[in-house]
């Protein structure tokens, strides 16, 4: 399964339409989008409305990268709840310290929380769910955080006997041996999480070919792409001193009107107004 980045309903859908299985409901590109850093300065009400609109837009299913669960336990068990109402279909925690910082930045804040601690919130997102279907996938960050292969397996093992659904294993390393060591090593009965934007030289084949990973997200790649066409396309613009040679080059109007499902407005135009 792959899920792609999305940071509102419109990434969402172009997703969707690109064949991708869900929808990542990613709090870094949220972040970017508001032009602030991904380190819980936005709010858990506005990461949570917008993954309701998501889940509005799209058929596939979202997952909500929830952070640490926005405190302790006790926050976590307020806040599944109110993600699984808004449509999402699973989240993701990290065992990092409330407020978090981003995972990707050199010389990062990458505190974790005890083990127990955080076995105590995976229980608490397990018996908030009302949907037994619901996925609550536990990240360990301990990688990310240089605590090494032997805690990071120790954490993975905990957290699933906690009753996480799926671990998610990230790195920041460039390569990606020390993802594929924890996945060789891996002998937990829960399917794997692999994020490989740091190592994007893993493709899905040798992924697939381990076995053991059941999800691939590509973290940032809608916020990314969104950034490298609009400041090419504005500084086009600006070079060229009018709009006349990157029109042709750009989605028309009408793909945006597409977009935006005037399909279905015209057809309770049909249907209703008189
Ligand atoms: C996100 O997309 O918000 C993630 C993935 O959590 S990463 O930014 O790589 O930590
Ligand atoms: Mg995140």
């Known amino acids: 399964m792959h899920a792609m980045s999305a940071h509102n309903p419109l990434s969402a859908r172009l997703a969707a339409e690109a064949g991708f299985d869900a929808i990542w409901g990613s709090g870094f590109e949220l972040s970017a989008s508001y032009a602030v850093p991904d380190a819980n300065i936005l709010s858990a009400g506005q990461h949570l409305e917008m993954m309701r609109a998501i889940a509005a837009a799209v058929d596939v299913p979202v997952i909500a990268d929830i952070d640490t669960g926005f405190g302790n336990a006790i926050n976590v068990a307020y806040t599944v ?33 005890r083990v127990a601690e955080f076995q105590g919130k995976i229980e608490a997102a397990c018996a ?38 799926a671990i998610l ?14 996945i060789a090593a891996w002998s937990g009965r ?17 992924i697939k070919a381990l076995g053991k990973v059941g999800l691939v997200i ?17 500084a086009r613009i600006r070079a060229e001193g009018g709009i006349h040679g990157v029109d042709a080059g750009l989605p028309t109007v009408r793909d945006i009107i597409d977009l935006q499902g ?7 135009e049909r249907r209703f107004l008189r």
């Not at 996938?137 to 905990?158: D, P, S, Y």
């Not at 999480?193 to 084949?205: K, M, S």
């Open 218 to 234: 590509y973290g940032n790649h809608a916020i990314r792409a969104a950034v490298g066409a609009m400041r090419e396309v504005f």
């Open 262 to 268: 005037d399909k279905g407005m015209r057809e309770l």
């Open 169 to 182: 294993i990230h790195s920041k390393q460039t390569t990606p041996d020390e993802v594929l060591a924890f």
């Open 81 to 113: 709840p109110q993600y699984e109402a808004a449509g999402v279909s699973a989240v993701v925690m990290e065992d990092k310290t409330f407020p978090k910082d981003t995972s990707l930045r050199a010389d990062g804040r990458q505190e974790l929380v």
């Open 190 to 206: 829960v399917p794997l999480v692999l994020v490989p934007t740091a190592y994007p030289q893993l493709r899905e084949a040798d």
């Open 128 to 165: 908030a769910r009302r949907d037994p279907d619901f996925c609550v996938i536990a990240r360990t960050e301990a990688l990310i955080a240089g605590l090494g292969q032997a805690e990071a397996l120790a954490r993975a093992a905990a957290y699933e006997a906690a009753g996480a659904d």
